[in-house]
């Protein structure tokens, strides 16, 4: 490009002094030289233009020469960039859609994981009820067994001890019952809190287990780019099923 530019204004020089030749030549005839000069002096200077101009299309020539074969190993240079960076494209996607693929697998057994340990819950939460139900019947049922039974020994001691015309084992079985009474209380109270833990318990985990599905549902819905159509998680809470 500089020597481009070089040539230009040099070519420019010439012109002007061209132009300064033909008002020399000019004056030289109005001064009354002989023609004859004239014609050499204009012949001269034509020629000197030629030449200047064949140099400075030759020099033409071999820029333009230049620029090609500069051009031309960029373009090659550049192609081997482009083939090198399609290549690692290509391999990118390769790793891209495995690892994509290894995503939906451990999403798909992250779901299916929850799903098992909801119908674990479910299941332990039914028991737990049975469990609950009977222990009730079955306290209930021996409540009312024990009452029958103390009030039969109370009735025996009572017609042993109008025979003895004494109070004192009456009073003392009495007390007996009174205690036996307050250890069965006690030990209902004991067994309805510890149901009542393990219900609570329960709804933790239910809770926790909801707040989990969110906070998963959201991560999915994030990396399908909030696309409203993007699968979601079905989950109803134990406590709906209860």
């Known amino acids: 490009m500089e020597e481009s530019l070089m040539e230009s204004n040099k070519r420019n020089e010439i012109l ?4 300064k030749n033909m008002e020399e030549i000019r004056s030289l005839e109005e001064r009354h030289i002989p023609i004859t000069e004239t014609i050499k002096a204009a012949c001269y200077y034509l020629e000197e233009s030629s030449r200047i101009i ?9 820029s333009d020469r230049e620029v090609q074969k500069m051009f031309k190993e960029h373009v090659e240079l550049n192609q081997g960039k482009l083939e090198k960076l399609e290549l690692q494209l290509i391999e990118n996607s390769d790793i891209l859609s495995k690892k994509i693929e290894e995503t939906e697998e451990k999403t798909e057994k992250t779901i299916e994981n929850h799903a098992t340990l909801r119908q674990f819950v479910m299941e332990n939460r039914q028991m737990l009820r049975k469990l609950q139900s ?13 009452t029958e039974s103390l009030e039969e020994v109370r009735k025996k001691i009572k017609e042993i001890s109008n025979y003895d015309h004494s109070k004192q084992p009456e009073n003392t079985v009495d007390e007996k019952i009174q205690n036996n009474s307050e250890i069965g209380a006690a030990v209902e109270i004991s067994m309805q809190t510890q149901l009542t833990g393990v219900e609570n318990q329960i709804k933790q985990t239910d809770g926790n287990l909801n707040s989990w599905i969110m906070k998963f549902q959201q991560r999915i819905n994030a990396r399908n780019g909030g696309n409203a159509g993007a699968p979601r998680i079905a989950y109803s809470s134990i406590r709906d099923v209860s």
Not at 54 to 62: A, H, I, L, P, V
Not at 134 to 146: C, D, G, L, R
């Open 16 to 19: 002007e002094e061209r132009m």
């Open 54 to 62: 064949d140099s400075f299309m030759k020099n033409q020539q071999k």
């Open 134 to 146: 009977q222990m009730k019947e079955n306290s209930e049922v021996h409540s009312k067994s024990i």
